[in-house]
């Protein structure tokens, strides 16, 4: 299994931004072929258990599906939260759904929680689109087995 430090996110996106990025994938592979993740993607409807969050520069690379089981605002290491979140898949830089996260890259992905609802956490990202700029504390999924003492939380992303 691969080593997974962290993943931070930055922004949501909303529906309307979501008709925008399917257009963009859409025109970007109009002309080859079809694979499972782009009708993954291309059929995929919110549920409210799921939300497409829009990552920083990823430090690691790593496969996907991934499990986390912890959520932080940078820079508040008391406000983790114990959750369960996978992310079956991501669409690297705007263009095409792929099975992984790529070092350097920005990705849109998916995450899917086991219980009913996205967390409130996540939640207190702005829109990637909206006018009101980066967000005042942007949000990590780590695993504790990855990062054990989460007064680190700070440092590692400092």
């Known amino acids: 299994m691969d080593y997974i ?3 931070r996110f930055v922004a949501f996106l909303s529906d309307a931004t979501l008709v925008q990025l399917k257009q963009q994938v859409y025109r970007t592979l109009r ?3 079809k694979d ?3 009708e993954s993607f291309m059929n995929w409807q919110r549920k409210d258990n799921q939300i ?3 990552t920083d520069f990823c430090s690691l690379g790593f496969k996907l599906p991934a499990t986390f ?3 932080a605002q940078i820079g508040l290491p008391d406000s983790t939260i114990d959750a369960n979140v996978v992310i079956p898949y991501s ?3 705007g263009w095409a759904p792929v099975n992984k996260i790529e070092k350097g890259h920005r990705h849109v992905c998916l995450l899917q929680f086991n219980n009913n609802e996205v967390p409130m956490i996540v939640r207190t990202l702005p829109e990637v689109n ?3 700029g980066i967000a005042k504390h942007q949000v990590m999924i ?3 087995a990855n990062i054990p003492d989460t007064r680190l939380i700070k440092k590692i992303t400092s």
């Open 130 to 132: 909206s006018k009101d």
């Open 5 to 7: 430090e962290h993943l």
């Open 69 to 71: 089981y912890s959520i």
């Open 142 to 144: 780590y695993n504790k």
């Open 36 to 38: 499972p993740l782009f």
């Open 52 to 54: 497409m969050l829009y």
């Open 31 to 33: 002309d080859q072929d």
């Open 91 to 93: 669409i690297l830089n």
